[in-house]
């Protein structure tokens, strides 16, 4: 079992994301801005972060930079959930994050990339 934030703002896909992953035994908080998730981030660390690349106030690329540049926070594993093209320079570049899952998503994929992500940890 895992503490999982989930930092999205579509409220069917968080549905979605927590039906999944809480159905696997993880715990799953959520967060709807990178705002706010970096906010929780510091004072609540989750074990893995599946980060949408899409979100009000600060992109999830920029949540990611600023996740992984914190000694606070660089280790903990941030999986990119993305609907857009994801260029090979994107993946497992400094700051970045772990692994991608792009949208529209198979529930199976999901949970296993998370899960993937928390073993290497």
Do not use: W
């Not at 990178?34 to 893995?48: C, F, I, N, T, Y």
Request: aromatic share 4%.
């Amino acid at each position: 079992m895992a503490r999982v934030l989930v930092i999205d703002d579509e409220p069917d896909v968080v549905r979605l994301i927590v039906k999944v992953l809480s159905g696997r035994g993880h715990v799953v908080q959520i967060a709807r801005d990178g705002a706010s998730a970096l906010a929780r981030v510091k004072h609540e660390p989750p074990d893995v972060i599946l980060l949408d690349s899409d979100l009000p106030k600060i992109d999830g690329a920029e949540v990611c930079r600023r996740i992984k540049n914190d000694e606070l926070t660089a280790d903990i594993p941030v999986v990119m959930m993305t609907s857009s093209y994801i260029d090979i320079y994107d993946v497992n570049t400094e700051g970045g994050p772990e692994a991608f899952v792009v949208r529209p998503f198979v529930r199976e994929v999901l949970a296993n990339v998370v899960e993937r992500v928390l073993f290497r940890r």
